[in-house]
């Protein structure tokens, strides 16, 4: 029995061991995550270096390397956690109601909200997307994006579920919604390009069109 419990105590032990150790790399990850989103912020992709985020993020660059075996590599994995965080939003809201125009004003409101609290994240997309489209090794990881966030969009759609527009025809949540972030990710994208902050009053006005499109 004394055995058994000794084994009992090490698994156990064994277990905290591995949960610590996974945390441990869990937080280093944020770390590095957080500072890669202001050395992007600050810099473009290219002119950004794991070195600037080791000195910000305190964390040594081999160890950078072991999370993220390259700069695109990490980039990459912050465009994945902002598309994420938004789409877990934009599922979030469609549960909360049925009603379809409430969602879109809903959807609209959170776009605005995102804006007006953390314009970085929209600012470093932005940049990033545009500096992966300059080169060839990093093109591929863009296109891998895209793809990903298609799927969200998808999942998403899906879950909004079949639109009845005001003239009787019948469209794809997933149309929809596509068609509104396309939208909205269009009137935002543009005017943080050219260094503008968006209007929220242009957000409010697409949201308005879409609200009118359905019955």
């Known amino acids: 029995k004394a055995g058994t419990d000794g084994k009992c105590r090490g698994t156990i032990l064994d277990g905290r061991v591995v949960f610590l150790m996974n945390m441990e790399n869990i937080n280093k990850k944020e ?8 050395i992007f912020f600050k810099k473009s992709f ?21 999370y993220f075996p390259s700069k695109i590599d990490l980039a990459s994995q912050l465009m994945e956690v902002n598309i994420k965080k938004i789409f877990e939003k934009i599922n979030e809201i469609i549960s909360t109601t049925s009603n379809v125009k409430q969602r879109i004003k809903i959807i609209v409101n959170f776009y605005i909200n995102l ?12 940049r990033i997307g545009y500096d992966f489209m300059q080169k060839e090794d990093s093109k591929k990881k863009i296109n891998e994006l895209f793809e990903k966030l298609r799927k969200r969009q998808k999942k998403a759609g899906d879950l909004f579920g079949e639109i009845t527009l005001c003239s009787g025809k019948k469209v794809s949540g997933d149309l929809f919604l596509y068609s509104m972030i396309a939208a909205l990710g ?9 260094g503008k902050k968006p209007k929220k ?5 697409i949201g308005d069109i879409f ?5």
Do not use: H
Request: charged residues 25%.
């Open 31 to 38: 770390i590095i995550l957080e500072a890669a989103r202001d």
């Open 186 to 194: 269009r009137a935002i994208f543009e005017n943080v390009s050219q």
């Open 201 to 205: 009053e242009d957000l409010l006005t």
């Open 211 to 215: 609200i009118a499109s359905v019955k």
């Open 46 to 66: 290219y002119e950004a270096t794991m070195d600037d985020i080791a000195q910000l993020s305190g964390i040594k660059k081999p160890t950078i390397y072991y």
């Open 115 to 126: 804006l007006e609290e953390n314009s970085k994240t929209f600012i470093i997309m932005q």
